[in-house]
């Protein structure tokens, strides 16, 4: 039967494909051919002024058709290239979505040393630290609290990285000075993306060959015994383009037991031995070894300080690597410049969890996973290049196996296998009318199989079989070269992670009397899947090159949002939330020497119905402001200013909100860079105030209140060389 199911979706996804193939082309085959040489301002005012121009001249057709004309005469094609938003580069005023981009000069002079720190100071993103270190993943996007983690998918270069259970994804895979770029799009993306892309998709763009061979090395120190050291050599050419990187470091943590050491180490490869065709190569390692102070009740910090620890000896560690090939054919057919691509990627994750506290908790991840992604797109252009056609479809195979061992080390651990198989075709179109009008839309179908296979301490087999649509349409007006105002409309979904959906069995030992009880695995078959309505307007302004702002109203209707009830110890469903905001980015730049720039979100995430109907969606503050500048006095010196205010929120877990909310805070860093040649010197202040403050909060399950602390002032810098 699997493989029947398996030769079923590829036929599907062959079909698919050459039948939308053939049509387009010989769609674009023919209008091009009737329409060759016309401009849709010819077609509309041709006959208006044959119809006036015998009864009252000239005159009159002119002023009718002359609006016409400014309307829709074509503007020129102008600002930053984005991949995200359609799976293949575009300018961002051509798509009628919104999204942030964290460039290579922002990573390079602002001194952050986590892929958390750089994109915390973008709209909607609320950092919601466990761990206080770059193993934090736990983000909140559009609203998404304490779930936030699984509603957002984090991609590296277009490769997938989130894992199938509650861990989510791991932002540490990538040391931040390997990344080139990191784009952020908020909002649902399931068409082009599938599962997880529910609040926002980050896509984590690392670094390729530039002309010519360089070489790299620098060394960063700071406090909590934080070192760094980083090394890369790239080089561009005429057949081949290279970059590969190392690094390590290491450092105590501000807490105790929060200390984190990572290696890791990259090399892309992009050959191109005929001009039609390139092959793009990567491939990663990542390692890495932690604390997990875990989180603190008032008398703990009264007593031990925010420094301390209740969990002084639980550790974990990760092992991840990862090889990716992506063949790209670049042609022709008729008219239409075609681009096909297959990435695919084989992974493998190691990842062990020690949690210590009266007995001794063990558990072992051993998950690999294979991603293959086969893409076509289309440019076309009508007649003449008054109307621009860019189709992108194709499908999404992914399959991970995740090898499970765990349980209290006393007592027989679960030793399981959960596999993952998830199978999606999709096809999205862009329209660009006279280089003014945006039109487009987009549709998925997903299909996904999980199986359950436990062999202790007790056996059980167990599978789900599911089915998801994403839908996607949305119009946009360029009212000149540079700004847009946009509306786009989106049906998301997201599947339940693997332990939302299954418990396994496990050993129950009563201390008192010593008996051991076997519980047997549990399938959730009541959890039902997250959909969610999507609707955003918004508008993008350069209209002034000084000056760029951007901003938007989003209205998220999710039905059957997953969460976990911490009383009754199950994964269970809302019934309906609203997730509705503004968000608002401007960035100024004076005369070459200071940038300025201010990112403001105002975001209300609440309950509907039910139990909890109007109250509050745990960690989601109703304001968040970063802001800040860039000066540049002299030639080579970079001197940067940031702050970041965070509204209070609710406790995770306080759906009933009850207890008091996290309170405000305000942060403020301050660093510089200076370059001289090919030597750089740089250093950072953060936290400059020593503000205290907690990164998250938690109501336990039986309602009292613990905390993360997190750091306080902390000190950095280095030097660099580069020849």
């Not at 290239?81 to 602002?110: A, F, G, H, L």
Request: charged letters at 20%.
């Amino acid at each position: 039967m699997k493989g029947y199911f398996m030769k079923f979706r590829v036929a599907i996804m062959l079909s698919v494909s050459v039948v939308m193939c053939v049509s387009m082309f010989s769609f674009a085959a023919e209008n091009d051919a009737n329409a060759k040489g016309n401009k849709i301002t010819d077609i509309i005012a041709t006959p208006i002024k044959a119809v006036l121009s015998p009864i009252k001249g000239e005159g009159l057709a002119d002023i009718i058709t002359d609006p016409i004309d400014m309307v829709l005469s074509p503007t020129r094609q102008l600002g930053e290239v984005v991949i995200t938003p359609s799976r293949t580069p575009e300018y961002v005023y051509n798509i009628d979505k919104n999204v942030s981009m964290v460039d290579s000069d922002e990573i390079e002079y602002s001194n952050d040393t986590s892929m958390q720190e750089a994109i915390q100071k973008t709209p909607s993103v609320v950092l919601q630290g466990y761990m206080n270190n770059p193993k934090d993943n736990n983000i909140g996007i559009r609203g998404f609290g304490e779930t936030g983690l699984s509603n957002y998918l984090v991609l590296v270069d277009g490769r997938r990285t989130n894992q199938i259970d509650m861990s989510g994804a791991d932002l540490s895979q990538i040391d931040i000075n390997a990344v080139d770029r990191i784009e952020i799009i908020r909002g649902a993306n399931s068409v082009l993306y599938g599962d997880n892309a529910t609040g926002g998709v980050v896509n984590i763009i690392t670094k390729k060959g530039e002309k010519g061979d360089k070489v790299s090395y620098r060394q960063e120190v700071g406090s909590f015994q934080y070192t760094k050291e980083y090394a890369s050599a790239s080089g561009g050419h005429e057949f081949l383009d290279y970059f590969a990187s190392y690094s390590y470091q290491n450092s105590d943590g501000y807490r105790l037991n929060n200390g984190y050491e990572a290696k890791d180490v990259l090399a892309n490869i992009t050959m191109r031995p005929v001009d039609y065709f390139r092959m793009e190569l990567s491939t990663a390692y990542h390692r890495d070894w932690y604390g997990q102070p875990g989180a603190m009740y008032i008398p703990n910090i009264q007593n031990d300080g925010r420094e301390g620890s209740r969990f002084p000896n639980s550790k974990g560690k990760t092992e991840d690597y990862y090889f990716t090939f992506n063949p790209i054919l670049l042609g022709e057919l008729g008219d239409n410049e075609v681009v096909l691509s297959a990435m695919t990627s084989f992974r493998s994750r190691r990842s062990n969890s020690l949690n210590v506290w009266s007995n001794e908790y063990d558990t072992d991840h051993h998950i690999g996973s294979v991603d293959f992604r086969p893409k076509c797109e289309i440019n076309s252009s009508f007649f003449g290049d008054a109307l621009e056609n860019k189709l992108v479809f194709g499908a999404d195979y992914f399959q991970a196996v995740d090898g499970i061992s765990s349980g209290d080390r006393t007592l027989t651990k679960a030793n399981l296998d959960i596999r993952k198989e998830t199978f999606g075709i999709y096809a999205d179109d862009n329209i660009l009318l006279n280089k003014r009008f945006i039109f487009s839309g987009g549709v998925r179908g997903e299909w996904t199989e999980y199986i359950f296979d436990q062999n202790q301490p007790a056996a059980s087999y167990d599978t789900r079989d599911l089915k998801s649509m994403a839908l996607e349409a949305g119009v946009g007006y360029k009212y000149n070269e540079r700004s847009e105002i946009y509306g786009n409309y989106a049906k998301s979904y997201r599947y339940a992670t693997t332990d939302e959906y299954f418990q396994s069995a496990y050993e129950y030992v009563d201390w008192w009397t010593g008996a051991v009880t076997v519980f047997p695995a549990v399938l959730n078959t009541s959890l039902k899947q997250q959909v969610a309505n999507n609707y955003e307007i918004g508008i993008k302004d350069n209209s002034f090159e000084m000056f760029n702002v951007k901003a938007d109203y989003y209205l998220m209707d999710v039905n059957n949002e997953i969460y976990y009830d911490p009383i009754t110890y199950m994964n269970q469903n809302y019934n309906r939330t609203i997730h509705h905001g503004f968000e608002l980015e401007g960035r100024a730049n004076i005369l070459k020497k200071v940038e300025p720039f201010l990112n403001y979100t105002f975001e209300k995430a609440y309950f509907v119905g039910e139990q909890y109907a109007g109250n509050d969606i745990p960690l989601v503050p109703e304001n968040k402001i970063s802001g800040g500048f860039d000066i540049k006095p002299i030639v080579g010196l970079n001197i940067n200013f940031s702050t970041n205010y965070v509204g209070s929120r609710y406790l995770a877990s306080d759906q009933a909100n009850t207890a008091p909310k996290l309170k405000s805070y305000v942060t403020m860093d301050a660093g510089f860079c200076y370059e001289y040649k090919n030597f750089k010197i740089f250093g950072a202040i953060k936290n400059m105030f020593d503000v205290q403050y907690y990164s998250n909060g938690i109501k336990d399950w039986q309602g009292y209140e613990a905390f993360y602390p997190a750091p306080g002032r902390t000190f950095e810098g280095g030097v660099g060389i580069r020849f």
